[in-house]
């Protein structure tokens, strides 16, 4: 038998179909969208197929039969009619000024035209597309199709720019609000992007735009769920296992711990990365394979600009308002976060309408926090995992001293532009550092502002930690014993071992510590 073959980077429905590559079947909910509604929208985070849902639908609009064998559109679809299809493709450009999206919409537009003709007094792009939707109609009598992918790229990659982000937006409406003049000539219509963004933005006149990106009927309809797993990938975790030296039983929890846990609405089931999962399949090896293909620097910048306490994105509580939709004028990054995949919906309180999110699985957490290490502390990128290897090790063989004056160089030439809320940014470094270690150890944390009350627990130690700022490392062993924070672990077996810190801003480090065991 020949090996299987992973889809890994094949977008292309048609491509991955005829060389035999592994599809696990959507098409049911396709035929479910393309026969109970015509404009849709859908936000999914990267490599999560949507690039490929696009191109299936693609070729199911172009009738091609032939690729649908064996799938359930196959006995689903009876007519398989051709339709004319504008296949717009955003994510194939950088947007590093206006030119750059006028000359990617003007090259598609012209393409169109080739095929169905222009007219001069057509001047504006938005007038073009319209003009060539029209003729593609009268021309082969059928309404046509419109698939957008990665509709948001202009968007999210200026961000950091709030004026050429407008100029991106006053470009996108008019040219997106065609589908609702034209809705007399669409037989259907697909936007897809990692983000929605709203109120003023580039779907304020498109109101005939159905979201799917929280709709409980479309929630598989990209990404891999564990009853796909267990219904079409048992050899593949097989094999896995039997590579890593595992029980097929190991190798699935694995699975499960590094990859599932997105959950786009609530009260469903969680869905598995597909890129991490087919790698690490192709690979036969876990790894943080959606990190490796790169984290976009938008959102660290987005976390710095707002100031945003890193506390709170563990453990935000946010409306369906605020996560179906992000607003260019806000400056709450949790939204972009959530959308871009990492973060996702782990609670909902159903009386008030909010959710508690957190990070997915481990891959996003580890890879996320490692990934804000180095815009925060002082530490070199290629070194920070390094780094956090030799806190644990510290850690685990009881070496206090080690531990902290490795965190000491953390907080060394802190920036003077981070100086003006020190506070917040010995919080943030904090956060991080003790996120990451706990990946390794047992962390167990409250936070108020300005201070942190931390247990971390190893196979030998129960380490109780209370920080101060601006205090003194006395005055935190003393609130240790006063308040009996080692009393829970007097029977446990483990030494106890209780540090009281002191954090000063007129140094921007930590000034000095305390250990008692």
């Given at each position: 038998?020949?090996?299987?073959?992973?889809?890994?980077?094949?977008?292309?429905?048609?491509s991955?179909?005829?060389?035999?590559?592994?599809?696990?079947?959507?098409?049911?909910?396709?035929?479910?969208?393309?026969?109970?509604?015509?404009?849709?929208?859908?936000?999914?985070?990267?490599?999560?197929?949507?690039?490929?849902l696009?191109?299936?639908?693609?070729?199911?609009?172009?009738?091609?039969?032939?690729?649908f064998?064996?799938?359930?559109?196959?006995?689903?679809?009876?007519?398989?009619?051709?339709?004319?299809?504008?296949?717009?493709?955003?994510?194939?450009?950088?947007?590093?000024?206006?030119?750059?999206?006028?000359?990617?919409?003007?090259?598609?537009?012209?393409?169109?035209?080739?095929?169905?003709?222009?007219?001069?007094?057509?001047?504006?792009?938005?007038?073009?597309?319209a003009?060539?939707?029209?003729?593609?109609?009268?021309?082969?009598?059928?309404?046509?199709?419109?698939?957008?992918?990665?509709?948001?790229?202009?968007?999210?990659?200026?961000?950091?720019?709030?004026?050429?982000?407008?100029?991106?937006?006053?470009?996108?409406?008019?040219?997106?609000?065609?589908l609702?003049?034209?809705d007399?000539?669409?037989?259907?219509?697909?936007?897809?992007g990692?983000?929605?963004?709203?109120?003023?933005?580039?779907?304020?006149?498109?109101n005939?735009?159905?979201?799917?990106?929280?709709?409980?009927?479309?929630?598989?309809?990209?990404?891999?769920t564990?009853?796909?797993?267990?219904?079409?990938?048992?050899?593949?975790?097989?094999?896995?296992?039997?590579?890593?030296?595992?029980?097929?039983?190991?190798?699935?929890?694995?699975?499960?711990?590094?990859?599932?846990?997105?959950?786009?609405?609530?009260?469903?089931?969680?869905?598995?990365?597909?890129?991490?999962?087919l790698?690490?399949?192709?690979?036969?090896?876990?790894?943080?394979?959606?990190?490796?293909?790169?984290?976009?620097?938008?959102?660290?910048?987005?976390?710095?600009?707002?100031?945003?306490?890193?506390?709170?994105?563990?453990?935000?509580?946010?409306?369906?308002?605020?996560?179906?939709?992000i607003?260019?004028?806000?400056?709450?990054?949790?939204?972009?976060?959530?959308?871009?995949?990492?973060?996702?919906?782990?609670?909902?309180?159903?009386?008030?309408?909010?959710?508690t999110?957190?990070?997915?699985?481990?891959?996003?957490?580890?890879?996320?926090?490692?990934?804000?290490?180095?815009?925060?502390?002082?530490?070199?990128?290629?070194?920070?995992?390094?780094?956090?290897?030799?806190?644990?090790?510290?850690?685990?063989?009881?070496?206090?001293?080690?531990?902290?004056?490795?965190?000491?160089?953390?907080?060394?030439?802190?920036?003077?532009?981070?100086?003006?809320d020190?506070?917040?940014?010995?919080?943030?470094?904090?956060?991080?550092?003790?996120?990451?270690?706990?990946?390794?150890?047992?962390?167990?944390?409250?936070?108020?502002?300005?201070?942190?009350?931390?247990v971390?627990?190893?196979?030998?130690y129960?380490?109780?930690?209370?920080?101060?700022?601006?205090?003194?490392?006395?005055?935190?062993?003393?609130?240790?014993?006063?308040?009996?924070?080692?009393?829970?672990?007097?029977?446990?077996?483990?030494?106890?071992?209780?540090?009281?810190?002191?954090?000063?801003?007129?140094?921007?480090?930590?000034?000095?510590?305390?250990?008692?065991?």
């Amino acid at each position: 038998m020949s090996p299987r073959l992973y889809p890994i980077g094949i977008q292309n429905f048609e491509s991955l179909r005829k060389d035999g590559y592994l599809y696990i079947d959507k098409t049911a909910l396709i035929h479910q969208m393309v026969t109970t509604g015509r404009y849709y929208f859908l936000s999914r985070p990267r490599r999560f197929g949507k690039s490929l849902l696009i191109s299936t639908l693609e070729a199911y609009f172009q009738g091609k039969k032939e690729l649908f064998e064996g799938l359930a559109m196959a006995s689903l679809e009876q007519e398989w009619l051709e339709y004319p299809i504008f296949h717009l493709d955003l994510n194939i450009s950088k947007y590093a000024s206006v030119t750059d999206l006028m000359d990617i919409l003007n090259r598609n537009v012209t393409a169109w035209e080739e095929l169905y003709g222009s007219d001069s007094s057509e001047r504006s792009l938005p007038l073009r597309f319209a003009g060539v939707i029209q003729r593609a109609y009268k021309q082969t009598g059928r309404r046509v199709v419109i698939l957008v992918d990665e509709y948001d790229k202009p968007l999210l990659q200026t961000l950091h720019d709030e004026d050429l982000q407008g100029e991106m937006r006053s470009i996108l409406k008019p040219f997106y609000g065609v589908l609702k003049t034209m809705d007399g000539c669409i037989r259907f219509a697909l936007l897809t992007g990692v983000t929605k963004f709203g109120k003023v933005s580039v779907f304020s006149d498109l109101n005939n735009l159905e979201d799917i990106s929280m709709d409980e009927r479309y929630v598989t309809i990209c990404g891999i769920t564990e009853a796909e797993i267990k219904g079409q990938l048992m050899e593949d975790v097989q094999n896995l296992a039997t590579n890593q030296g595992l029980t097929v039983e190991a190798a699935l929890r694995e699975l499960k711990e590094r990859y599932d846990g997105y959950h786009f609405v609530e009260n469903t089931i969680g869905i598995y990365n597909p890129f991490s999962l087919l790698n690490t399949f192709t690979k036969r090896k876990f790894g943080d394979y959606w990190f490796e293909t790169g984290t976009p620097t938008y959102l660290v910048e987005l976390l710095k600009r707002t100031k945003y306490d890193l506390y709170d994105m563990a453990h935000a509580e946010t409306s369906a308002d605020v996560l179906n939709s992000i607003d260019a004028t806000s400056y709450n990054p949790i939204p972009v976060i959530y959308q871009s995949g990492y973060l996702t919906i782990k609670d909902y309180d159903s009386r008030f309408g909010y959710y508690t999110l957190g990070f997915p699985n481990r891959e996003v957490e580890e890879g996320f926090v490692k990934y804000l290490l180095p815009f925060y502390a002082n530490v070199n990128a290629a070194k920070s995992a390094f780094e956090i290897s030799r806190f644990v090790q510290s850690v685990e063989r009881g070496d206090v001293d080690a531990f902290l004056e490795r965190l000491q160089s953390f907080f060394a030439d802190t920036p003077y532009e981070l100086a003006r809320d020190l506070e917040l940014h010995y919080q943030n470094v904090l956060f991080i550092v003790f996120r990451l270690v706990g990946l390794y150890t047992q962390v167990e944390y409250h936070t108020n502002r300005g201070r942190i009350d931390l247990v971390l627990k190893t196979d030998r130690y129960i380490y109780i930690m209370e920080f101060k700022l601006n205090g003194t490392a006395e005055e935190a062993m003393r609130q240790i014993e006063e308040k009996g924070y080692a009393e829970p672990f007097a029977h446990d077996g483990r030494e106890v071992i209780k540090v009281g810190i002191n954090f000063s801003s007129a140094v921007r480090n930590i000034e000095r510590w305390v250990v008692n065991s």
